[in-house]
């Protein structure tokens, strides 16, 4: 992959030399690191300006009541991601051991399971999804915005097994130092979602359907592509894949089915704590105001394009530390963990600071109403501050996801969200503090999982809980 030049690959390659200059990265490291991660971070930028769009396209084209209305739907939209993220977490660390240790036979039928636990475990939630989105959106928000995002529910929710399995063979290929082939099909698939949103929501008039289904065809096309690519070991314009999982295998392992359930579970949950709190929160933001909930929207989808580094380097250091455990190296492992860390913080920064000068630009993307122009501003500048700490959480956790040591990342975000978050931001609709407080919440939400993560890898401890799931050829 470094032969191949691509702008966004020496803009982080620059950052990393840099970073090695004055010693705080291994030099050796840094190409590599830079290669893995650098399609994915190309790919989340795809995906979350996919998801931008979405709000951008339907708030010019209706206005504030339709960016709410997709802000209400999106947690759910997002629990695809939650739950299918989760199990992949599972499997990015389980492939990359088993792809370190050469155990291909092994390795194929981790992928087989994780794909039926991902999708049993989404199926239901569409099935809600498609049935009831008024009541599932009127939970959270009242008024017009409630008709718009049920209307986006139901539609995406056709979605959302596809979702899942997409991030299923996407940890699957990154698991095994290949992150080009899913930038390629997951951009692709984003790319093609963004021209069919803006021909069915200016040029036909179909509103948030428009947007919604450009969004379930991006992920079918994806799905259908990585299908194809694995079961093969190739696809026609990207060549061979690093693995190939025969479709013919069974997909039920037990004792794969229980490390995955071991290494998984607590990946879930953390997911849930993180985008679980979404539901309260949105419910609250609601108590301030339609304004309000569109520029918190706004703010949260700005702050999702600022946290696609993880995408690449939380997911690197996944592979890279997983890879050395699986050869049974702790100090290489500590060491990748380490730098990767370092590495993304230093991205992180930078990023926020650029968008933090740029705030009000950026927010006359998604508004034109210049009385709501000002709280749009604000609030993507307190996202610039709490990204930050997010960069701190993902690099940390993916080491500690590496090694199956995945519980304290879910303490991690019970803590920050529910313990501090969500009662900062009800303080705020109760009280005089008002809309000061969801600034707080917003920082605080990024800062107290940061720092609990950061203390458990710090620790070392999570190398000692790697050596329960490890391969058994790989040696002591």
């Known amino acids: 992959m470094s032969s191949r030049y691509n702008p966004f690959r020496e803009a982080i390659l620059l950052v990393g030399v840099a970073l090695a200059r004055v010693g705080l990265v291994d030099r050796r490291g840094v190409e590599r690191t830079t290669d893995l991660s650098w399609p994915r971070i190309v790919t989340g930028i795809a995906r979350m300006s996919k998801s931008a769009a979405d709000v951008a396209m339907v708030g010019l084209a209706i206005g504030p009541a339709a960016i709410a209305g997709v802000g209400f739907a999106t947690p759910y939209w ?46 239901p939630v569409a099935a809600a999804c498609l ?4 009541l599932l959106v009127g939970l959270l928000g009242s008024g017009a915005a409630v008709d718009y995002g049920a209307t986006y529910l139901r539609v995406v929710a056709v979605g959302m097994p596809f979702a899942a399995l997409n991030l299923i063979a996407s940890r699957t290929l990154v698991g095994a130092d290949d992150a080009w082939t899913p930038m390629v099909l997951r951009a692709g698939g984003a790319v093609l979602n963004v021209a069919v949103n803006a021909a069915l929501v200016f040029g036909a008039g179909w509103g948030v359907v428009g947007a919604a289904v450009g969004t379930v065809l991006g992920n079918v096309v994806v799905t259908a592509a990585f299908a194809a690519g694995l079961s093969r070991g190739r696809l026609p314009g990207l060549g061979a894949f690093p693995v190939r999982i025969p479709l013919s295998g069974p997909v039920w392992v037990r004792d794969l089915a229980e490390q995955l359930s071991g290494i998984a579970t607590p990946l879930v949950l953390r997911n849930l704590a993180r985008r679980g709190a979404d539901f309260p929160k949105l419910a609250i933001v609601g108590l301030f105001g339609p304004d309000v909930v569109a520029a918190y929207v706004v703010a949260l989808r700005v702050r999702d394009l ?13 592979s890279l530390v997983g890879q050395a455990l699986g050869r049974g190296d702790e100090p290489a492992a500590e060491t990748w963990g380490r730098d990767v860390l370092r590495f993304t913080v230093a991205v992180y920064v930078l990023l926020a600071a650029v968008v933090f000068a740029f705030a009000g630009r950026v927010a006359r993307l998604f508004v034109d109403d210049s009385s709501i122009v000002p709280l749009v501003t604000v609030f993507i500048a307190v996202t610039c501050v709490s990204v930050v700490f997010r960069g701190i959480d993902g690099g940390a956790v993916g080491a500690l996801r590496a090694s199956g040591d995945t519980r304290w990342p879910l303490y991690s975000q019970l803590a920050g969200m529910y313990v501090v978050a969500v009662p900062l931001a009800y303080a705020g609709a109760v009280t005089p503090i008002g809309v000061r407080a969801l600034y707080v919440a917003i920082v605080a939400e990024t800062l107290v999982p940061a720092a609990i993560v950061y203390y458990r890898f710090r620790s070392g401890t999570w190398k000692a809980v790697s050596r329960r799931y490890r391969p058994e050829s790989a040696p002591e």
Do not use: H, K, Y
């Not at 629990?79 to 990015?92: E, M, N, S």
């Not at 696609?308 to 996944?318: D, I, K, R, V």
């Open 78 to 123: 997002g629990l695809a991601f939650t739950l299918g993220g989760g199990v992949a977490g599972g499997t990015i660390s389980m492939v990359a051991q088993r792809f370190g240790a050469d155990e291909r036979g092994e390795l194929a039928a981790t992928v087989r399971v994780s794909a039926f636990v991902a999708v049993g475990a989404v199926l």
């Open 131 to 134: 049935a009831v989105p008024d």
């Open 306 to 318: 600022l946290d696609t580094p993880n995408w690449g380097f939380s997911l690197a250091s996944s």
